[in-house]
């Protein structure tokens, strides 16, 4: 719930906010052609700051959101399509890490720009777990361990399909190729009641993933965790996330030990209609 607060030595009567407005719950007082909520509409705002952001002047604020909060887009924002395309061909699943600590500011800025990921509606309500004890994590990753045996043993022809077998007794031997090590994970989660929150919280560790090389991090995702997290009672336990939450996704990451110097062939499944 938002309205629209203009500054009028500023606005410029151009309408963009109007155009711009992914509710159309913006409109131009009709004596004054500033811009103003559609009356009884601020509770359709998404405070997704499209207004704001798209006023040349500075000249649109909302009640919730004041335009001195939001930075300037640099003018280089767009590094192009040859230097981000590489960039993103270059990222790769890291599954060796150094053994060092990740510094509480760079995991902070990893999460405070990921933040910036598009959630449905606007929700912002993808929530992060983060841990960055080895103990704690080695305890959770032998729950994923145990969760493996029982599967092994109650439905073996998964188990075997998803070489649990050969995990398990990796692990027996002191190989940890479920969390590989890492010094941090991460686990998105949210509501269960809001329909978009999955793909909310997908779509916020793939924004994490690709940001964390830039901060020298790299990452992987740690798909026999979550789907451990998902249904296995004493790893859901442990996380002590509330049941009200589902849990959506996990990226493990620390600083790789690895340097890439190819880019291995990737394929695009599409058909052109
Ligand atoms: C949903 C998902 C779950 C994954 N789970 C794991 C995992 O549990 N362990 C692992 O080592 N890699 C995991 N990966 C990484 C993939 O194996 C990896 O993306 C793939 O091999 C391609 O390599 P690249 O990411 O370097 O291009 C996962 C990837 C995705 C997208």
Redesign the pocket.
């Known amino acids: 719930m938002s309205a629209v607060i203009i500054d009028t030595d500023k606005c410029k009567k151009d309408k963009l906010c109007v155009l711009e407005c992914p509710m159309k719950i913006i409109t131009l007082n009709s004596d004054t052609g500033i811009p103003e909520t559609v009356h009884n509409a601020e509770n359709m705002c998404l405070n997704c700051g499209h207004c704001i952001a798209v006023c040349p002047y500075g000249a649109l604020s909302l009640t919730s959101m004041k335009v001195e909060e939001c930075h300037s887009v640099a003018p280089n924002w767009n590094p192009g399509i040859e230097t981000i395309g590489n960039y993103f061909k270059a990222?790769?699943?890291i599954?060796r890490f150094k053994n060092k600590t990740v510094e509480k500011e760079i995991l902070e800025k990893l999460i405070e720009i990921t933040a910036y990921a598009p959630t449905g509606h606007n929700s912002q309500t993808v929530e992060y777990l983060i841990f960055t004890d080895k103990e704690i994590i080695k305890e959770l990753t032998l729950h994923v361990i145990n969760w493996m045996r029982e599967m092994l043993n109650n439905a073996p022809d998964i188990g075997k399909s998803m070489h649990f077998d050969m995990i398990t007794r990796a692990w027996a031997l002191g190989v940890d190729?479920?969390m590989?090590n890492a010094p941090v994970v991460i686990i998105a989660h949210g509501k269960k009641n809001n329909p978009n929150t999955a793909t909310s919280c997908a779509i916020a560790l793939t924004h994490l993933e690709l940001i964390a090389p830039a901060l020298g991090l790299g990452s992987?995702?740690?798909?026999?965790?979550t789907w451990c997290a998902m249904t296995y009672p004493p790893l859901r336990k442990a996380l002590s996330i509330p049941d009200c939450n589902g849990i959506y996704g996990t990226i493990m990451t620390g600083y790789p030990m690895a340097k890439y110097y190819r880019i291995?062939k990737?394929k695009a499944l599409v058909e052109w209609r």
């Open positions: 990222r790769r699943s599954r190729v479920v590989h992987c995702w740690a798909g026999y965790f291995p990737r």
